[in-house]
């Protein structure tokens, strides 16, 4: 199969790989790129465990082909740290015991990035509503919606 | 037609590890030439918190901060033997085999420390700093740093030790049957409040309390993470899983991850936990094994609960609306 140019920006970033046609951006992160952050559960659209971000927006990589995001700015959870220190939701997950396997983790935490991107105060209702794309089987949920919750207050403390 | 609210309890003994031939585990801790100490194990993190645990075990036991504990658990063809991590046996099983492993690695420890201070072994002990100091005259000590160098590059010995734990195999009694299938029990109790709708079937969990008697709480915050998760896990048993709906029919089986029901994070029942520490005879620091029991106690408080909201005992799980409605059809006076 022909080899295709793809590029984009991964984390602030230029990437550029040659790629087999139709290979997902799961694949070619993770497997070319060797950005193991987001996660392969059912490579089907259903649990969440490859959520990224490609221009602002939640997306599964999963369901997206390299190929399509030439020129795109995608972000992962490996890129969210600042400077070293933790991002207030990586903070928030461990202090909030948010994390058993670990696997739903970086998918979780975009999601949530992006819903406190848009909605910096969001309800409890909000916050599920945003997490409802992504499966765990450890935490019951309630330590994941209470992480999000207290990132959400202190980035609101940071701002005022 | 109506929403009917009912209310069940149900109380669990659950036994910690399994006994079918005899229950080992194995350990092995030795120290690097810094003072850090490595514990090696074949029994599998998958989340729990078996990593955490074992350094504090080790840390404790020999007298050094976590933090200069590594524990190894990646290779079940190298490490030492362990049946495995289920049963809710990782803590106990493994737990008491790094004691042990723990216990002889201080003593050599100890010794080197001893013929670098000329003393006694005996009159030492650890500051739970990384030190080892003279009892009474603490002012006389040596870093572990310091004995871990000496133990290495000067004396020849290995600061090392070995750990095995055998919950042997228990017979059953020619007489009477009886036999010990455990030496440790843990318990829980669970109180789940209810909505059945007696039209379409569909439960709605309210509020789930639950009261786990786990023996000691190694890491209080660790085991309040496993049984808030357990306890939610509970209700996906009772309520939603299920890969062979119609078993032994394949029909409507899920064929994939898609089609396995669970709860999400909008269908959260309110949620209490309640921690009461016994400490167990023969678990390590007095732990027993939370991990599968906390999962088990809401099943049957669900299944209570809907026969005290509609009257129909529902003994096939998951329980499905429709297994209510049919329940519900074959009871009705006609
Ligand atoms: S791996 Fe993409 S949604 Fe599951
Ligand atoms: S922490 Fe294991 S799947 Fe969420």
């Not at chain 1, 020129?71 to 220190?85: C, F, I, M, N, P």
């Not at chain 1, 975009?110 to 991107?117: E, G, N, T």
């Not at chain 2, 993190?45 to 524990?71: F, H, N, S, Y």
Request: glycine share 10%.
């Amino acid at each position: 199969m022909a080899k295709v140019p793809v590029q984009f920006t991964l984390n602030g970033s230029e990437k550029a790989e040659f790629i087999d046609s139709g290979t997902t951006l799961l694949h070619a992160l993770r497997d070319k790129i060797g950005d193991t952050s987001p996660k392969g559960g059912c490579h089907q659209g259903t649990c969440g465990a490859c959520s990224i971000i490609i221009d602002g927006e939640l997306r599964l990589s999963c369901l997206t082909l390299a190929e399509t995001c030439n020129g795109a700015d995608v972000r992962t959870t490996a890129g969210l740290s600042e400077g070293g220190g933790l991002h207030p939701l990586q903070r928030a997950f461990l202090d909030a015991f948010a994390t058993q396997c670990g696997f739903c983790t970086p998918g979780m935490i975009m999601a949530a990035k992006v819903l406190l991107d848009h909605t910096p105060n969001p309800s409890r209702e909000e916050v599920v509503e945003a997490l409802s794309g992504n499966i765990c089987r450890c935490t019951g949920y309630e330590p994941i919606i209470q992480a999000v919750l207290t990132a959400a207050r202190s980035n609101s403390q940071n701002v005022a | 037609m109506a929403i009917r609210r009912g209310r069940g309890v149900a109380a669990i003994n659950y036994p910690t590890g399994m006994n079918l031939g005899g229950d080992p585990t194995q350990a092995l801790v030795h120290s690097t030439p810094t003072g850090n100490f490595m514990v090696t194990l074949s029994s599998v993190d998958l989340g729990q918190g078996m990593k955490q645990i074992m350094a504090q075990i080790c840390a404790e036991t020999i007298g050094v901060p976590t933090d200069r504990v590594v524990v190894d658990t990646a290779d079940t063809d190298t490490g030492p033997h362990c049946m495995g991590t289920f049963a809710s046996r990782g803590t106990h099983r493994a737990g008491n085999a790094v004691i042990q492993a723990a216990r002889e690695a201080r003593q050599v420890m100890l010794e080197v420390a001893a013929e670098e201070l000329e003393v006694n072994a005996s009159d030492l002990e650890t500051d739970g700093q990384g030190n080892i100091i003279v009892k009474g005259a603490p002012q006389k000590s040596i870093s572990i740093f310091d004995v871990a160098l000496s133990a290495h590059f000067k004396r020849g010995r290995s600061i090392s030790g070995r750990g095995m734990f055998l919950i042997p195999r228990s017979y059953p009694e020619k007489e009477t049957g009886a036999m010990k299938p455990s030496t440790c029990y843990a318990h829980a109790c669970t109180v789940a409040e209810v909505e059945v709708d007696d039209e379409t079937g569909e439960v709605t969990v309210l509020t789930v309390k639950n009261v786990f008697e786990i023996g000691r709480a190694l890491n209080p915050k660790m085991v309040e993470q496993q049984l808030v998760g357990g306890s939610w896990m509970g209700i996906s048993h009772a309520l939603y899983e299920t890969t062979e709906p119609y078993y032994p029919s394949r029909d409507h089986g899920g064929t994939d991850f898609n089609q396995y029901l669970m709860p999400g994070p909008g269908d959260l029942a309110k949620t209490e936990i309640i921690v009461l520490e016994r400490p167990s005879a023969d678990g390590p620091y007095g732990a027993k094994g939370p991990g599968e029991m906390c999962a088990n106690p809401q099943i049957p408080a669900v299944a209570n609960a809907i026969f005290d909201a509609v009257g129909v005992r529902i003994d096939t799980l998951p329980i499905t609306p429709e297994r209510i409605l049919r329940a519900l059809k074959a009871h009705a006076p006609n």
